[in-house]
């Protein structure tokens, strides 16, 4: 096996490992967390879910 093929081999797979990823992103089992992930930083603080806790979330509280 030469540097070539190795080369092609490679190109081959990334190839591959990138149109998974792709089809993974754009599946439609995917879209209703990938919505509500990206509606996180528009919302207030009120409105975010019980489990997430955001770096800046306590900082406006005093103790």
Same mark, same amino acid.
């Not at 096996?1 to 093929?5: E, L, P, S, V």
């Not at 209703?32 to 009120?46: H, N, Q, T, V, Y």
């Given at each position: 096996?030469?540097?070539?093929?190795l080369r092609? +081999?490679?190109? *081959?797979?990334?190839?591959?490992?990138?149109?998974? +990823? *792709? /089809?993974?992103?754009?599946?439609?089992? @995917?879209?209703?967390? /990938?919505?509500?992930?990206?509606?996180?930083?528009?919302?207030?603080?009120?409105?975010?879910?019980?489990?997430?806790?955001?770096? @800046?979330?306590?900082?406006?509280?005093?103790?």
């Open positions: 096996m030469d540097m070539g093929t092609s +081999i490679v190109t *081959v797979v990334s190839f591959l490992c990138f149109l998974g +990823i *792709v /089809f993974w992103a754009y599946s439609a089992k @995917n879209r209703k967390s /990938f919505e509500e992930a990206g509606r996180i930083p528009l919302m207030e603080d009120d409105d975010l879910p019980a489990g997430s806790s955001g770096p @800046n979330r306590d900082q406006g509280k005093q103790s």
